[in-house]
């Protein structure tokens, strides 16, 4: 029911109420007459409680419309009644909860404000840094688009070319290259047009018409708008640097080709990757076949050990000065010095080495020569000196021996002074062979009975102390002409080094003659105690013995001998089962043989 129907309802009633009350009472007069006041009252009061009920829902619509109003959005008025007022707090509390929404919304309207803000407050920052890493970049920057006009530049673009911004709109972007490179740099961006970006080296012609070397890296920056960009380094210095570099490179790899010396380089595995020409000639390699090759081969058996232990220290150092032996690829023999340089990369890792060998072969010949004239003018010297003292002492003793001593003991000291004096004489003489020139007497001899007369001379002494003597001859070796004396000696000189290597043991001494092409080959083998491989390179020189009472004259004098008949005289050595001594001569031809004057220096 609506509320003007309950109160015109409710005041139409009291009216009935109130007649009939009145009616009744005149009828029957049953009431006093104060009773006619009171009947007023009660029913305004009534009439008072009635309004009080009706006008409740109104005042508690009233005071939850404030309460909303407040921002209390989630209050309930929680009037049930069906007329005008309960409607009107229905619709109060839908507005409250639409109101709520609203505010709601609002509220992260305005955080989507702040935040948006906030986006476009960095976004101008960040435009501002770009901006300014455009501006001030140390390259030059081109914007264009896809048909190659400028929409843009930075500032060192202008400083690099001499042209402003708005000259710079006005060219299209590769006719700022010169005519030789338009046609590199559209092939360029063809492919930038296929992968998205292109870095290429190019030439630039400036405002004023000079040129300079540019590196460009261009890339697609806005794909629907057609726009891209490119980077451009000025890289003249760079290049004339490279040019530089490259003259260099080109001057050196020419001192390299055509220097006397011999140049190699290897990699951190020792392995040869580069020879100059001087070095393919000198060791007789192709090419190919010495790249690749590990540097160890080229070096002989004693500088290889020698160069192993000084490989960490060289490591240290980082250069290396010092004599080696290389070996050809014909075995023949080279000394040289030898300087290396270790190459290492950026982090210190080691790539290799750089050498430069210079052969000193013949100035070691000649130093070699000029030590031993010195040598042998010392020599003879002091043979002659002590040769004349020496006959003085020899001949005295000689007197006092033909005297016959009564006392028997003077007389053995006398008879062992006359021996040393033997012995002395003997030393004295090597000294002269060794320091004087002589003429040899030669003649044609089968060498094998040359060696059979020496061996009859020692034979009974080696077979006393158990060392056996095994003939190993040709039935009919070829005929060699020679000084047969000095050949004896030479053949003497080598039995008595493989006796003497064998004194404290049962041994066996093997000589062997054979033919090696247009030489006559003579081994005398022994099974002795070796040649230690330190002492291997040291035993021709003169007065170089390891014995302890030796004069190291022996070797060096065999050796002058077999180089003055045109042979040669080869040690092979293994320490601790023995030694082969190896003489070559040369075969004897009448239509080509000449005497040969004997001269150990």
Not at 214 to 229: C, N
Not at 355 to 380: N, V
Request: charged share 25%; proline share 2%; glycine share 6%.
């Amino acid at each position: 029911m609506k509320l003007t129907n309950k109160i015109a309802t409710t005041f139409f009633l009291m009216g009935i109420f109130y007649t009939g009350i009145m009616l009744w009472s005149v009828r029957t007069k049953l009431f006093p007459p104060l009773f006619y006041f009171i009947i007023p009252i009660i029913t305004g009061f009534i009439g008072y409680l009635l309004t009080i009920i009706f006008l409740k829902s109104i005042h508690k619509l009233n005071e939850g419309s404030k309460i909303i109003y407040s921002g209390n959005y989630e209050y309930q008025l929680n009037i049930d009644s069906k007329d005008e007022i309960g409607q009107i707090a229905k619709t109060v509390e839908n507005m409250a909860d639409d109101l709520k929404q609203t505010h709601e919304l609002m509220y992260q309207s305005k955080e989507e404000i702040e935040n948006l803000k906030e986006i476009k407050l960095k976004l101008q920052e960040r435009e501002e840094y770009y901006r300014r890493l455009f501006e001030y970049s140390n390259d030059a920057v081109f914007i264009y688009d896809f048909d190659g006009y400028i929409i843009d530049v930075n500032k060192k673009a202008s400083i690099m070319l001499g042209y402003t911004k708005e000259e710079f709109c006005q060219i299209p972007f590769l006719e700022l290259q010169t005519e030789e490179e338009l046609t590199k740099s559209k092939a360029a961006f063809r492919t930038s047009s296929n992968t998205g970006s292109v870095r290429f080296d190019s030439v630039f012609q400036k405002k004023d018409g000079s040129p300079i070397h540019v590196e460009i890296s261009s890339s697609i920056v806005d794909l629907k708008k057609g726009i891209m960009q490119s980077i451009v380094s000025n890289i003249t210095e760079r290049k004339e640097i490279e040019q530089s570099l490259r003259e260099s490179e080109e001057k050196f790899r020419t001192f390299m080709e055509t220097a006397n010396d011999l140049m190699y380089m290897t990699d951190a595995n020792g392995n040869i990757t580069y020879v100059n020409k001087a070095m393919l000639n000198t060791l007789g390699y192709l090419k190919e076949e010495i790249i690749g090759m590990p540097f160890y081969e080229i070096l002989c058996k004693e500088s290889l050990e020698d160069s192993k232990k000084k490989r960490q220290e060289f490591l240290q150092m980082n250069i290396d000065t010092h004599e080696l032996i290389w070996e050809t690829k014909t075995r023949k023999k080279i000394t040289g010095e030898m300087k290396t340089v270790a190459i290492y990369d950026d982090d210190g890792h080691f790539e290799g080495m750089r050498g430069i060998f210079r052969d000193i072969t013949e100035r070691k010949k000649i130093e070699e020569s000029q030590r031993l004239t010195q040598l042998g003018k010392l020599a003879a010297d002091m043979a002659h000196e002590v040769k004349n003292q020496l006959m003085v002492i020899a001949t005295r003793t000689k007197i006092c021996l033909m005297r016959k001593p009564s006392d028997q003991e003077i007389e053995k000291d006398i008879q062992i002074i006359a021996n040393q004096c033997e012995q002395v004489n003997s030393i004295v003489n090597r000294l002269l062979t060794f320091s004087k020139p002589s003429k040899g007497d030669f003649k044609e001899v089968d060498i094998n009975d040359t060696i059979d007369f020496v061996v009859n001379l020692v034979e009974k002494q080696f077979s006393h102390n158990n060392v056996q003597i095994v003939k190993n001859y040709l039935s009919s070796p070829p005929i060699v002409k020679v000084d047969e004396k000095q050949m004896q000696e030479v053949f003497l000189n080598l039995l008595r080094n493989a006796f003497d290597a064998m004194t404290d043991q049962k041994g066996l001494i093997t000589i062997s003659t054979l033919k090696e092409n247009e030489h006559l080959q003579i081994d005398i083998a022994d099974t002795g105690i070796g040649i230690p491989e330190s002492s291997m390179k040291n035993i021709f020189h003169p007065f170089f013995t390891t014995k302890e009472h030796g004069t190291g004259l022996g070797l060096s004098v065999c050796y002058g001998i077999i180089k003055a008949h045109n042979g040669d005289l080869k040690y092979t050595s293994t320490p601790g089962k023995g030694t082969i001594a190896s003489v070559s001569l040369p075969i004897y031809h009448q239509d080509n043989m000449q005497s040969a004057a004997v001269h150990h220096n």
